[in-house]
């Protein structure tokens, strides 16, 4: 397999059926994400950044084209693709260690066991729950319920569940965007730390410049739907870590704000208007 393909995606198109007909949402999507890469897919509301997601995730399939996952075509979800959502879907009756428990029982637990290996397992899995709410700093909410914690909190018992599922790829849909500023800050800075020490490949939809340039190393900017494509991939040439203090005056880091910002406000805007 080759690494710097671990995630390919070809000729894809999105259609959906709808009730006026035929909805183009994506066409001729092509991308290449390297084993370890962090790609953030920028674009302007309702462009088709979820429709993507959802793909890569296995949760929809593509009309036309094809995605594959270390060389494997994506026929459905998997363990080795996370996603983590802007409404961090917990379960408002378990604790956030019941939450995060539950992801890791889907992927690693077992019933086919004997009792004493079963026992051995539960310990195991219980491990790996503590270790992934201890990585963003939860192990102290462990007992709580989602409605006893705060927005931050939840999120994190969100990012916490699906890192525990070890999983290869880490799919993330815009989930700071409910977030108060200091916090979404905190969780990104938090983000930055896990996805250094984890090496995951992470694809993540935002709608916030800074925060895709502070967090990638790709940002692809998809044009306006309907029939959205990518408009433009952009290398983010900051060494890590970075330290988003540092970045505020790094001509390298203006630069690609800068760039993100003409094309979403000026040449993306430009085509909204020509549309209507
Ligand atoms: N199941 C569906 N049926 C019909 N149309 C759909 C479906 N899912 C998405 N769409 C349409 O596809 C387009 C892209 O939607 P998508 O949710 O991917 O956009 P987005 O870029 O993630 O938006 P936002 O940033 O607002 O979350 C939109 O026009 C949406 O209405």
Redesign the pocket.
């Known amino acids: 397999m080759n690494e710097s393909h671990y995630i390919q995606i070809e000729g894809v198109v999105q259609r959906?059926k709808?009730r006026q007909g035929e909805?183009e949402?994506l066409r001729q999507i092509d991308l290449r994400i390297a084993k370890g890469e962090f790609v953030a897919l920028i674009?302007h509301?309702?462009?088709?950044?979820?429709?993507l997601l959802n793909l890569i995730a296995g949760l929809t399939s593509p009309t036309e084209g094809l995605l594959l996952c270390a060389g494997r075509e994506i026929a459905g979800p998997g363990p080795e693709r996370a996603v983590v959502f802007q409404n961090h879907s917990l379960l408002p009756w378990l604790t956030c260690f019941e939450n995060v428990h539950l992801g890791v029982e889907r992927v690693f637990g077992s019933g086919s066991r004997s009792a004493g290996a079963k026992s051995e397992r539960k310990s195991e899995l219980a491990a790996r729950t503590h270790a992934a709410l201890e990585l963003v700093g939860l192990s102290h909410a462990a007992h709580k319920r989602p409605g006893e914690i705060s927005g931050g909190m939840k999120q994190r018992v969100g990012i916490a569940r699906a890192l525990a599922m070890e999983p290869k790829v880490l799919l993330l849909d815009?989930p700071f965007g409910a977030l108060d500023a200091l916090t979404r800050a905190k969780l990104q800075d938090e983000l930055l730390e896990i996805v250094a020490r984890t090496h995951s490949t992470v694809v993540m939809?935002t709608?916030d410049v800074d925060e895709a340039v502070l967090l990638a190393d790709r940002i692809v900017m998809l044009t306006n739907?309907?029939s959205a494509t990518i408009g433009e991939v952009l290398a983010v040439p900051l060494a890590r870590p970075r330290r988003r203090v540092e970045l505020s005056e790094n001509p390298n880091y203006l630069q690609c704000r800068k760039a993100v910002i003409d094309f979403l406000y000026t040449r993306q805007a430009h085509v909204e208007k020509e549309a209507a």
Do not use: D, L, M, Y
């Open positions: 959906f709808t909805f949402a674009g509301s309702g462009c088709g950044k979820s429709t815009e939809v709608h739907g309907p």
